[in-house]
Protein backbone atom coordinates (compact mmCIF):
# COMPACT_ATOMS: atom_id res chain seq x y z
CA UNK A 1 0.00 0.00 0.00
CA UNK A 2 2.90 2.33 0.78
CA UNK A 3 5.16 1.64 -2.03
CA UNK A 4 1.97 1.84 -4.34
CA UNK A 5 0.66 5.57 -2.85
CA UNK A 6 4.24 6.50 -3.24
CA UNK A 7 4.65 5.85 -6.96
CA UNK A 8 1.31 7.58 -7.88
CA UNK A 9 2.29 10.99 -6.18
CA UNK A 10 5.42 11.27 -8.29
CA UNK A 11 4.16 12.30 -11.34
CA UNK A 12 1.82 14.95 -9.57
CA UNK A 13 4.34 16.21 -7.54
CA UNK A 14 7.49 16.05 -10.43
CA UNK A 15 4.42 18.18 -12.43
CA UNK A 16 3.71 20.72 -9.51
CA UNK A 17 7.34 21.32 -9.26
CA UNK A 18 7.60 22.46 -12.93
CA UNK A 19 4.67 24.45 -12.65
CA UNK A 20 6.37 26.36 -9.76
CA UNK A 21 9.62 26.36 -11.28
CA UNK A 22 8.68 27.56 -14.33
CA UNK A 23 6.35 30.54 -12.71
CA UNK A 24 9.29 31.73 -11.11
CA UNK A 25 11.08 31.60 -14.41
CA UNK A 26 8.67 33.77 -15.97
CA UNK A 27 8.57 36.00 -12.64
CA UNK A 28 12.50 36.48 -12.71
CA UNK A 29 12.06 37.51 -16.56
CA UNK A 30 9.55 39.85 -16.43
CA UNK A 31 10.98 41.45 -13.48
CA UNK A 32 14.43 42.21 -15.17
CA UNK A 33 12.72 43.28 -18.37
CA UNK A 34 9.82 45.64 -17.07
CA UNK A 35 12.95 46.81 -15.01
CA UNK A 36 15.03 47.79 -18.27
CA UNK A 37 11.95 49.35 -19.65
CA UNK A 38 11.43 51.68 -16.47
CA UNK A 39 15.14 52.52 -16.39
CA UNK A 40 14.85 53.94 -19.96
CA UNK A 41 11.95 56.08 -19.03
CA UNK A 42 14.37 57.33 -16.19
CA UNK A 43 16.80 57.95 -18.47
CA UNK A 44 14.89 59.54 -20.86
CA UNK A 45 13.12 61.82 -18.38
CA UNK A 46 15.24 62.70 -15.69
CA UNK A 47 18.72 61.41 -16.10
CA UNK A 48 19.40 62.39 -20.03
CA UNK A 49 16.95 64.99 -20.95
CA UNK A 50 17.63 66.94 -23.87
CA UNK A 51 19.57 69.97 -23.90
CA UNK A 52 18.17 73.14 -22.72
CA UNK A 53 15.90 71.08 -20.24
CA UNK A 54 16.00 69.51 -16.74
CA UNK A 55 14.31 66.27 -14.81
CA UNK A 56 12.03 69.13 -13.66
CA UNK A 57 10.17 69.76 -16.99
CA UNK A 58 9.48 66.03 -17.64
CA UNK A 59 8.56 65.49 -14.02
CA UNK A 60 4.87 64.76 -14.22
CA UNK A 61 4.74 62.59 -17.69
CA UNK A 62 8.19 61.02 -16.60
CA UNK A 63 6.19 59.66 -13.17
CA UNK A 64 2.93 58.41 -14.81
CA UNK A 65 5.45 56.03 -16.92
CA UNK A 66 7.68 55.33 -14.41
CA UNK A 67 5.78 54.42 -11.01
CA UNK A 68 3.23 51.95 -12.84
CA UNK A 69 6.21 50.29 -14.43
CA UNK A 70 7.65 49.88 -10.75
CA UNK A 71 4.44 49.11 -9.33
CA UNK A 72 4.32 45.95 -11.96
CA UNK A 73 7.70 44.77 -10.88
CA UNK A 74 6.89 44.77 -7.51
CA UNK A 75 3.53 43.17 -7.83
CA UNK A 76 3.97 40.97 -11.04
CA UNK A 77 4.38 37.48 -8.62
CA UNK A 78 1.37 38.47 -6.70
CA UNK A 79 -1.03 38.29 -9.67
CA UNK A 80 -2.91 35.52 -11.27
CA UNK A 81 -1.63 34.23 -15.20
CA UNK A 82 -3.84 36.44 -16.91
CA UNK A 83 -3.40 39.55 -15.07
CA UNK A 84 0.13 38.76 -15.15
CA UNK A 85 0.06 38.43 -19.52
CA UNK A 86 -1.64 41.68 -19.62
CA UNK A 87 1.09 43.34 -17.60
CA UNK A 88 3.93 41.88 -19.75
CA UNK A 89 1.99 42.70 -22.80
CA UNK A 90 1.45 46.07 -21.85
CA UNK A 91 5.32 46.70 -20.49
CA UNK A 92 6.03 45.23 -24.01
CA UNK A 93 4.48 47.39 -25.75
CA UNK A 94 6.02 50.58 -24.04
CA UNK A 95 9.00 48.63 -24.10
CA UNK A 96 9.19 48.65 -28.17
CA UNK A 97 8.06 52.01 -28.14
CA UNK A 98 10.36 53.53 -26.16
CA UNK A 99 12.88 52.58 -28.28
CA UNK A 100 10.98 54.26 -31.68
CA UNK A 101 13.28 56.81 -30.59
CA UNK A 102 16.79 55.50 -30.28
CA UNK A 103 16.29 53.54 -33.76
CA UNK A 104 14.95 56.83 -35.21
CA UNK A 105 18.20 58.67 -34.32
CA UNK A 106 20.58 56.07 -34.39
CA UNK A 107 19.64 55.80 -37.97
CA UNK A 108 19.56 59.13 -38.50
CA UNK A 109 22.53 60.42 -37.13
CA UNK A 110 24.51 57.83 -35.00
CA UNK A 111 23.32 56.72 -31.35
CA UNK A 112 24.04 58.49 -27.99
CA UNK A 113 22.51 59.71 -24.78
CA UNK A 114 19.51 57.30 -23.65
CA UNK A 115 19.28 55.58 -26.83
CA UNK A 116 21.62 52.46 -25.28
CA UNK A 117 19.13 52.07 -23.14
CA UNK A 118 16.44 52.49 -25.46
CA UNK A 119 17.84 49.59 -27.55
CA UNK A 120 17.53 47.52 -24.29
CA UNK A 121 14.07 48.71 -24.09
CA UNK A 122 12.91 47.26 -27.10
CA UNK A 123 14.93 44.28 -26.63
CA UNK A 124 12.69 43.80 -23.20
CA UNK A 125 9.54 45.18 -24.60
CA UNK A 126 10.07 41.69 -27.06
CA UNK A 127 10.73 39.45 -24.57
CA UNK A 128 8.03 40.84 -22.56
CA UNK A 129 5.44 40.51 -25.40
CA UNK A 130 7.21 36.66 -25.94
CA UNK A 131 6.45 36.20 -22.36
CA UNK A 132 2.92 37.91 -22.56
CA UNK A 133 1.88 35.30 -25.20
CA UNK A 134 3.20 32.51 -23.55
CA UNK A 135 1.59 32.63 -20.26
CA UNK A 136 -1.58 33.25 -21.89
CA UNK A 137 -1.29 30.22 -23.57
CA UNK A 138 -0.24 27.84 -20.47
CA UNK A 139 -2.87 29.43 -18.61
CA UNK A 140 -5.54 28.90 -21.24
CA UNK A 141 -9.07 27.38 -19.89
CA UNK A 142 -9.51 23.71 -21.56
CA UNK A 143 -12.10 22.95 -19.31
CA UNK A 144 -15.23 24.43 -20.56
CA UNK A 145 -17.08 23.21 -23.34
CA UNK A 146 -15.35 23.58 -27.07
CA UNK A 147 -18.10 25.84 -28.71
CA UNK A 148 -17.69 28.51 -26.06
CA UNK A 149 -13.66 27.64 -25.60
CA UNK A 150 -13.33 29.32 -29.28
CA UNK A 151 -16.04 31.60 -29.01
CA UNK A 152 -14.61 33.33 -25.92
CA UNK A 153 -11.27 33.12 -27.64
CA UNK A 154 -12.66 35.01 -30.58
CA UNK A 155 -14.20 37.29 -28.80
CA UNK A 156 -10.97 38.30 -26.51
CA UNK A 157 -9.25 38.66 -30.20
CA UNK A 158 -11.58 40.78 -31.39
CA UNK A 159 -11.73 43.45 -28.31
CA UNK A 160 -7.98 42.99 -28.25
CA UNK A 161 -7.75 44.24 -31.60
CA UNK A 162 -10.17 47.45 -31.35
CA UNK A 163 -8.69 48.23 -28.28
CA UNK A 164 -5.35 48.56 -30.40
CA UNK A 165 -6.24 50.32 -32.92
CA UNK A 166 -8.47 52.78 -30.63
CA UNK A 167 -5.89 52.86 -27.93
CA UNK A 168 -2.50 51.16 -28.98
CA UNK A 169 -1.93 52.99 -32.43
CA UNK A 170 -3.11 56.54 -31.44
CA UNK A 171 -0.50 56.20 -27.85
CA UNK A 172 2.29 54.89 -30.70
CA UNK A 173 1.63 58.31 -32.84
CA UNK A 174 1.31 60.26 -30.18
CA UNK A 175 5.20 58.83 -28.48
CA UNK A 176 6.69 58.96 -31.79
CA UNK A 177 5.95 63.04 -32.39
CA UNK A 178 6.77 64.08 -29.28
CA UNK A 179 10.28 62.33 -29.53
CA UNK A 180 11.53 62.22 -32.98
CA UNK A 181 12.28 64.55 -34.64
CA UNK A 182 14.71 65.83 -37.82
CA UNK A 183 18.50 65.74 -35.88
CA UNK A 184 20.32 67.17 -38.92
CA UNK A 185 20.42 70.43 -40.53
CA UNK A 186 19.18 69.99 -43.96
CA UNK A 187 21.58 71.67 -47.25
CA UNK A 188 20.53 75.29 -47.84
CA UNK A 189 18.92 76.44 -51.36
CA UNK A 190 17.30 79.57 -50.77
CA UNK A 191 18.54 81.65 -53.90
CA UNK A 192 20.64 84.71 -52.01
CA UNK A 193 23.52 85.56 -49.44
CA UNK A 194 22.33 84.33 -45.64
CA UNK A 195 24.16 84.44 -42.27
CA UNK A 196 23.97 81.87 -39.34
CA UNK A 197 22.27 83.41 -36.54
CA UNK A 198 21.20 81.98 -32.85
CA UNK A 199 18.53 83.45 -30.55
CA UNK A 200 16.73 82.37 -27.01
CA UNK A 201 13.61 81.67 -26.20
CA UNK A 202 11.80 82.79 -22.74
CA UNK A 203 12.27 79.50 -21.79
CA UNK A 204 15.88 79.86 -21.77
CA UNK A 205 15.97 77.39 -25.05
CA UNK A 206 18.68 78.41 -27.54
CA UNK A 207 17.30 78.21 -31.28
CA UNK A 208 19.64 78.04 -34.60
CA UNK A 209 19.21 79.29 -37.77
CA UNK A 210 19.39 81.29 -41.30
CA UNK A 211 18.86 84.81 -42.17
CA UNK A 212 18.40 86.61 -45.22
CA UNK A 213 18.78 90.37 -45.15
CA UNK A 214 15.81 92.39 -46.17
CA UNK A 215 16.25 94.51 -48.54
CA UNK A 216 12.75 96.83 -48.47
CA UNK A 217 12.87 97.05 -44.81
CA UNK A 218 10.13 94.15 -43.74
CA UNK A 219 11.07 90.74 -42.86
CA UNK A 220 8.92 87.15 -42.84
CA UNK A 221 9.46 84.03 -40.14
CA UNK A 222 9.23 81.00 -42.65
CA UNK A 223 8.13 78.55 -40.14
CA UNK A 224 8.48 75.66 -39.00
CA UNK A 225 12.36 74.43 -39.64
CA UNK A 226 14.47 75.02 -42.27
CA UNK A 227 13.88 71.59 -44.36
CA UNK A 228 10.11 72.35 -46.57
CA UNK A 229 9.98 76.30 -45.75
CA UNK A 230 13.05 77.22 -47.98
CA UNK A 231 11.21 77.12 -51.05
CA UNK A 232 8.68 79.81 -49.52
CA UNK A 233 11.76 82.07 -47.89
CA UNK A 234 13.29 81.84 -51.47
CA UNK A 235 10.57 83.36 -53.19
CA UNK A 236 10.01 85.98 -50.43
CA UNK A 237 13.59 86.79 -50.91
CA UNK A 238 13.47 87.44 -54.71
CA UNK A 239 10.61 90.16 -53.72
CA UNK A 240 13.17 92.07 -51.46
CA UNK A 241 11.84 90.01 -48.02
CA UNK A 242 14.44 89.48 -44.83
CA UNK A 243 13.56 86.39 -44.60
CA UNK A 244 14.09 83.52 -40.97
CA UNK A 245 14.06 80.07 -40.86
CA UNK A 246 15.20 78.41 -37.89
CA UNK A 247 15.15 74.85 -36.67
CA UNK A 248 12.48 74.93 -33.90
CA UNK A 249 13.30 73.87 -30.44
CA UNK A 250 13.89 69.59 -30.30
CA UNK A 251 14.95 69.54 -33.96
CA UNK A 252 18.53 70.20 -35.92
CA UNK A 253 20.42 72.53 -34.09
CA UNK A 254 18.18 73.98 -31.62
CA UNK A 255 17.80 73.06 -28.03
CA UNK A 256 14.49 71.54 -26.36
CA UNK A 257 12.14 68.44 -26.57
CA UNK A 258 10.72 67.93 -29.79
CA UNK A 259 6.81 67.90 -30.11
CA UNK A 260 5.37 67.96 -33.92
CA UNK A 261 2.24 69.03 -32.98
CA UNK A 262 3.93 72.16 -31.41
CA UNK A 263 2.26 72.54 -28.43
CA UNK A 264 2.93 76.00 -27.04
CA UNK A 265 6.38 76.40 -29.89
CA UNK A 266 4.52 80.05 -30.00
CA UNK A 267 7.36 80.60 -27.96
CA UNK A 268 9.81 79.98 -30.64
CA UNK A 269 7.89 82.55 -33.07
CA UNK A 270 7.63 85.16 -30.66
CA UNK A 271 11.79 84.72 -30.04
CA UNK A 272 12.35 85.12 -33.52
CA UNK A 273 10.49 87.99 -33.56
CA UNK A 274 12.96 89.69 -31.17
CA UNK A 275 15.40 88.53 -33.21
CA UNK A 276 14.25 90.51 -36.30
CA UNK A 277 12.95 93.76 -34.09
CA UNK A 278 16.86 93.64 -33.41
CA UNK A 279 18.33 94.21 -36.78
CA UNK A 280 19.20 97.27 -38.13
CA UNK A 281 17.72 96.38 -41.74
CA UNK A 282 14.34 95.34 -40.75
CA UNK A 283 11.38 97.97 -39.55
CA UNK A 284 9.91 96.76 -36.25
CA UNK A 285 6.22 97.20 -37.62
CA UNK A 286 6.92 95.13 -40.60
CA UNK A 287 7.30 92.00 -39.49
CA UNK A 288 4.75 89.39 -40.79
CA UNK A 289 5.26 85.07 -40.60
CA UNK A 290 4.39 82.16 -42.94
CA UNK A 291 3.28 79.03 -41.45
CA UNK A 292 3.08 75.91 -42.81
CA UNK A 293 0.95 73.27 -41.57
CA UNK A 294 1.41 73.01 -37.60
CA UNK A 295 3.68 76.03 -38.59
CA UNK A 296 0.23 78.16 -39.61
CA UNK A 297 -0.59 76.68 -36.25
CA UNK A 298 2.06 78.03 -34.43
CA UNK A 299 1.68 81.09 -36.35
CA UNK A 300 -2.17 81.83 -34.93
CA UNK A 301 -0.96 81.29 -31.73
CA UNK A 302 1.93 83.68 -31.52
CA UNK A 303 -0.29 86.19 -33.23
CA UNK A 304 -3.29 85.72 -31.26
CA UNK A 305 -0.72 86.79 -28.09
CA UNK A 306 1.16 89.53 -29.66
CA UNK A 307 0.82 92.34 -31.72
CA UNK A 308 4.46 92.49 -33.33
CA UNK A 309 3.43 90.35 -36.00
CA UNK A 310 1.87 92.78 -38.29
CA UNK A 311 0.86 89.84 -41.12
CA UNK A 312 0.83 86.11 -40.94
CA UNK A 313 -0.10 83.62 -43.53
CA UNK A 314 -1.30 79.98 -42.44
CA UNK A 315 -1.42 77.18 -45.08
CA UNK A 316 -2.81 73.80 -44.44
CA UNK A 317 -3.22 74.85 -40.89
CA UNK A 318 -6.57 72.59 -39.25
CA UNK A 319 -6.13 71.98 -35.15
CA UNK A 320 -3.59 70.79 -32.96
CA UNK A 321 -5.33 68.53 -30.23
CA UNK A 322 -8.78 67.11 -29.65
CA UNK A 323 -10.23 70.39 -28.53
CA UNK A 324 -9.91 72.05 -31.86
CA UNK A 325 -12.22 69.09 -33.04
CA UNK A 326 -14.89 69.50 -30.26
CA UNK A 327 -14.72 73.27 -30.77
CA UNK A 328 -16.07 72.30 -34.58
CA UNK A 329 -18.24 69.33 -33.60
CA UNK A 330 -19.27 67.45 -36.31
CA UNK A 331 -17.15 64.69 -36.01
CA UNK A 332 -17.51 61.07 -35.46
CA UNK A 333 -17.36 59.63 -31.82
CA UNK A 334 -14.73 57.04 -32.76
CA UNK A 335 -12.36 59.77 -34.49
CA UNK A 336 -13.05 62.68 -31.50
CA UNK A 337 -12.57 59.13 -28.92
CA UNK A 338 -9.28 58.34 -31.01
CA UNK A 339 -8.17 62.18 -30.41
CA UNK A 340 -8.77 62.34 -27.41
CA UNK A 341 -6.44 59.48 -26.33
CA UNK A 342 -4.05 61.03 -29.01
CA UNK A 343 -4.66 63.98 -27.34
CA UNK A 344 -4.32 62.25 -23.42
CA UNK A 345 -0.98 60.51 -24.65
CA UNK A 346 0.74 63.68 -25.61
CA UNK A 347 0.14 65.31 -22.82
CA UNK A 348 1.47 62.57 -20.89
CA UNK A 349 4.79 62.25 -22.78
CA UNK A 350 4.94 65.94 -23.14
CA UNK A 351 3.97 66.68 -19.56
CA UNK A 352 2.27 69.25 -21.13
CA UNK A 353 -1.51 70.69 -21.27
CA UNK A 354 -2.54 70.98 -24.72
CA UNK A 355 -3.01 74.51 -25.79
CA UNK A 356 -6.71 75.67 -26.66
CA UNK A 357 -8.70 75.46 -29.82
CA UNK A 358 -7.25 78.02 -32.78
CA UNK A 359 -10.50 78.87 -33.75
CA UNK A 360 -10.97 80.55 -30.81
CA UNK A 361 -7.75 82.31 -31.05
CA UNK A 362 -8.01 84.21 -34.06
CA UNK A 363 -10.29 86.56 -32.63
CA UNK A 364 -7.53 87.75 -30.74
CA UNK A 365 -5.33 88.49 -33.61
CA UNK A 366 -4.78 92.37 -34.48
CA UNK A 367 -2.37 92.31 -37.27
CA UNK A 368 -3.61 90.81 -40.96
CA UNK A 369 -4.46 86.76 -41.72
CA UNK A 370 -4.28 85.01 -44.96
CA UNK A 371 -5.61 81.77 -44.88
CA UNK A 372 -4.41 79.07 -47.66
CA UNK A 373 -5.43 75.43 -48.12
CA UNK A 374 -5.67 72.78 -50.68
CA UNK A 375 -8.83 71.44 -53.07
CA UNK A 376 -6.75 68.05 -52.13
CA UNK A 377 -5.81 68.89 -48.95
CA UNK A 378 -6.32 67.02 -45.54
CA UNK A 379 -10.49 66.61 -44.73
CA UNK A 380 -10.44 69.16 -41.93
CA UNK A 381 -8.44 71.70 -43.44
CA UNK A 382 -11.17 73.59 -45.76
CA UNK A 383 -14.25 73.38 -42.45
CA UNK A 384 -10.91 74.34 -40.26
CA UNK A 385 -10.28 77.45 -42.65
CA UNK A 386 -13.20 79.02 -43.42
CA UNK A 387 -13.80 78.83 -40.14
CA UNK A 388 -11.11 80.83 -39.48
CA UNK A 389 -11.53 83.18 -41.55
CA UNK A 390 -15.10 83.61 -40.22
CA UNK A 391 -13.62 84.46 -36.80
CA UNK A 392 -11.08 86.69 -37.81
CA UNK A 393 -11.63 90.17 -36.87
CA UNK A 394 -8.98 92.35 -38.57
CA UNK A 395 -7.67 92.59 -42.52
CA UNK A 396 -8.25 88.68 -44.03
CA UNK A 397 -7.91 86.66 -47.00
CA UNK A 398 -8.76 83.33 -47.76
CA UNK A 399 -7.71 81.05 -50.77
CA UNK A 400 -8.74 77.24 -51.85
CA UNK A 401 -5.65 76.80 -53.85
CA UNK A 402 -6.66 74.59 -57.03
CA UNK A 403 -5.30 71.30 -57.17
CA UNK A 404 -3.25 71.60 -54.19
CA UNK A 405 -2.63 69.10 -51.96
CA UNK A 406 -1.66 69.55 -48.14
CA UNK A 407 1.17 72.44 -48.08
CA UNK A 408 1.78 72.08 -52.01
CA UNK A 409 0.15 75.46 -53.40
CA UNK A 410 3.64 76.55 -54.17
CA UNK A 411 4.06 73.54 -56.51
CA UNK A 412 0.49 73.39 -57.76
CA UNK A 413 0.26 77.07 -58.82
CA UNK A 414 3.32 78.64 -58.61
CA UNK A 415 2.92 81.98 -60.27
CA UNK A 416 -0.40 82.52 -58.61
CA UNK A 417 0.87 81.14 -55.37
CA UNK A 418 3.57 83.95 -55.51
CA UNK A 419 1.33 86.73 -56.79
CA UNK A 420 -1.07 86.16 -54.12
CA UNK A 421 1.45 86.03 -50.84
CA UNK A 422 3.82 87.97 -52.14
CA UNK A 423 0.79 91.02 -52.74
CA UNK A 424 -0.73 90.19 -49.51
CA UNK A 425 2.43 91.09 -47.37
CA UNK A 426 3.39 94.01 -50.13
CA UNK A 427 0.01 95.41 -49.33
CA UNK A 428 -0.18 94.63 -45.73
CA UNK A 429 3.42 95.22 -44.53
CA UNK A 430 4.60 98.06 -47.06
CA UNK A 431 1.55 99.45 -47.67
CA UNK A 432 1.05 99.09 -51.43
CA UNK A 433 -2.52 100.04 -52.59
CA UNK A 434 -3.43 100.93 -49.34
CA UNK A 435 -2.40 104.74 -49.15
CA UNK A 436 -0.22 103.59 -46.00
Not at 150 to 160: C, D, G, K, P, S
Not at 361 to 367: N, R, T
Request: charged share 20%; net charge negative; hydrophobic share 40%.
Amino acid sequence: MTSIAHSDSQPSAGLAGRAISAVRSEVAVARIALGAVALHVADDSFLQPNPGTSATDHLAGGLLLFLPLVAATVFYPRLRAGARATIALLGGYFGVLGGIEAVHYAKEVGPSGDDYTGFLSMAAGLVLVGLGIATLWRSRRRDDRLWWRYTRRLLTTAVAVVAAALVLFPTAFAYAITHAARPYVPAPDLGAPYEEVKFTTSDGLLLKGWYIESQNGAAIISFPGRAGSQSRAKMLADNGYGVLLFDRRGEGESEGDPNLLGWHGERDAHAAVKFLQSRPDVDPERIGGVGLSVGGEMMIAAAAESSALKAIMSEGASGWSVRDDWSRGGTNWDVLLGRSIFTTAAAIFTSDLPPGDLEGLVPEISGATFFVYGEKGQPEEKPANEGFYEAAQGYKEIWEVPGSGHMKGIEAQPAEYESRVVGFFDKTLLGEGTGR
